[in-house]
């Protein structure tokens, strides 16, 4: 079965360090793997999408890395700050016409 | 500016009144899919369409249903709603080769069944 996992399940972090949020799928034959964050009841935004050529994207303070032979994702967040506080889903195309999503990682940064 | 709308964004209903959520891109994407997400349970596929007239079952569909008459636009319809769809309800699109390009999501609609 085709799973994604995300752990973990909330991490809090003071204002301005360094993080990594991390992502395991559990088939290696993927199409491509997005990050999405999503504000409390709020819509998904799209961060960044890696197609499965590619070892990594960087958008800003944003750098997601993919290995498909080891089945991991992570996102790393540079510098971060309290407008960072928000859900991060990690969603796997295995190319069965949908998106298999993790159930994300709850990220608070404290001032 | 390209997006996915959906609309209403909040809904209360009651059991057995008919409702349908639009959903409508500006992308020109060919497949456009519904998902709701829950507690503990995170986003789940409903139905999905790959173009016009092409729709498929997703993971649960039970109690739903889509049409794809227009490119632009994928409704889901819940004829006789229950509360176990009390939910959040996304529609996404993506281009071609569904998903190769990634996919873009709605607002969400939230929706409480009474």
């Known amino acids: 079965k085709q799973e994604v996992t995300q752990i973990p399940a909330a991490l809090s972090v003071p204002e301005g360090e360094n993080l990594v949020l991390n992502c395991s799928f559990t088939?290696?034959?993927?199409?491509?793997l997005q990050w999405f964050r999503q504000d409390p009841g709020k819509g998904l935004t799209s961060l960044l999408l890696?197609?499965?050529?590619?070892r990594e994207q960087t958008s800003g303070r944003l750098n997601a890395s993919l290995d498909k032979s080891s089945g991991r994702s992570t996102l790393y967040i540079a510098a971060s700050q309290p407008g960072d506080s928000a859900t991060y889903l990690c969603?796997?195309?295995?190319?069965?016409?949908?998106?298999?999503f993790g159930t994300g990682t709850r990220l608070t940064i404290i001032p | 500016e390209a997006q996915v709308t959906q609309n209403p964004r909040y809904l209360i209903t009651v059991t057995g009144k008919k409702l349908t959520v639009t959903c409508s891109q500006n992308?020109?994407?060919?497949?456009m899919s519904w998902y709701r997400q829950d507690p503990g349970l995170g986003l789940r596929q409903i139905y999905y369409?790959?173009?016009?007239?092409?729709?498929d079952k997703g993971d649960v569909p039970e109690g739903y249903k889509v049409s794809r008459k227009e490119k632009r636009n994928f409704p889901l319809i819940l004829e006789s709603p229950s509360p176990n769809q009390t939910s959040l309800y996304f529609c996404?699109?993506?281009?071609?080769?569904?998903?190769?390009?990634?996919?873009?999501f709605g607002s969400g609609t939230r929706l409480t069944v009474v």
């Open positions: 996404a699109s993506s281009g071609v080769g569904t998903g190769h390009y990634g996919y873009t």
């Open positions: 088939d290696s034959a993927i199409y491509n």
């Open positions: 890696i197609q499965s050529s590619q």
């Open positions: 969603a796997v195309f295995f190319g069965n016409e949908k998106l298999t």
């Open positions: 992308m020109n994407h060919e497949y």
């Open positions: 369409s790959m173009n016009v007239e092409v729709t």
